[in-house]
């Protein structure tokens, strides 16, 4: 029962609010309570400064690999990140699983009254951990959309096709299980992002009359 310890330990590691911490420690105000209220690195970036965003982007990243790590370290799960040929492809789902522990406690932090940020960095993280070979692409991806269109759902869907070709033709051996887990991000990032979603389909309700 390893993956149920570890998704507690995942939840509790993700819901460290950094962005609240920092928004404190350097400007003495609430993240919260100012800009666009999300106590995530963007909001920060823009109320605070870039170089403190890119830092809660990094804490909020880690806290996806680190749970991840830190699971797989303790219970000897596997010695090396995802997609390499000793990795047991069966254990890929588990792990992601304490990864998105860590998304729900950035999205609905303990320590922020079950409120909290929209988890694109902490998911990042367990990118980064699953599919390291395509971090950079999904770095590309990301920047690309936050400049053509944040808010395009031919875009988006565009990227996810995009990514999960490259994960196939990088990670055969385990893509399904990826495929997997990588859906269920998305899923948790769609729950999180209803409000935009439906921004989204009015706009394009709009563009058609």
């Known amino acids: 029962m390893w993956w149920f310890g570890g998704i507690i330990f995942g939840y509790l590691l993700g819901s460290i609010p950094f962005a609240e911490i920092i928004g404190k420690m350097v400007k003495g105000v609430d993240i919260r309570k100012i800009g666009t209220k999300n106590p995530g690195a963007a909001n920060v970036c823009r109320e605070i ?3 403190w965003g890119i830092l809660v ?3 909020d990243a880690g806290k996806g690999a680190l749970a991840i790590f830190l699971v797989a370290k303790l219970t000897n799960t ?3 990140p995802f997609g390499s040929p000793i ?3 069966s254990v890929i789902l588990l792990l992601a699983l304490v990864g998105l522990s860590a998304i729900a406690g950035h999205c609905w932090s303990i320590f922020l009254h079950f409120q909290g940020g929209k988890g694109a960095a902490t998911s990042s993280g367990i990118i980064l951990y699953l599919t390291p070979k395509l971090f950079p692409l ?3 991806l990301y920047f690309f959309i936050q400049e053509k269109g944040p808010r395009s759902p031919r875009l988006l869907i565009s990227a996810v096709l995009i990514f999960f070709l490259f994960t196939f033709l990088l990670y055969r051996q385990a893509f399904w ?3 997997i887990s990588i859906l269920l991000l998305i899923g948790i990032g769609a729950l999180v992002n209803q409000d935009t979603i439906k921004e989204m389909k ?3 309700v709009v563009s058609r009359q």
């Open 202 to 204: 009015q706009k394009k």
């Open 177 to 179: 299980w990826l495929a």
């Open 57 to 59: 982007w990094l804490f």
């Open 138 to 140: 999904l770095l590309l």
């Open 49 to 51: 400064g870039r170089t």
């Open 78 to 80: 596997f010695p090396v």
């Open 87 to 89: 990795s047991p492809p």
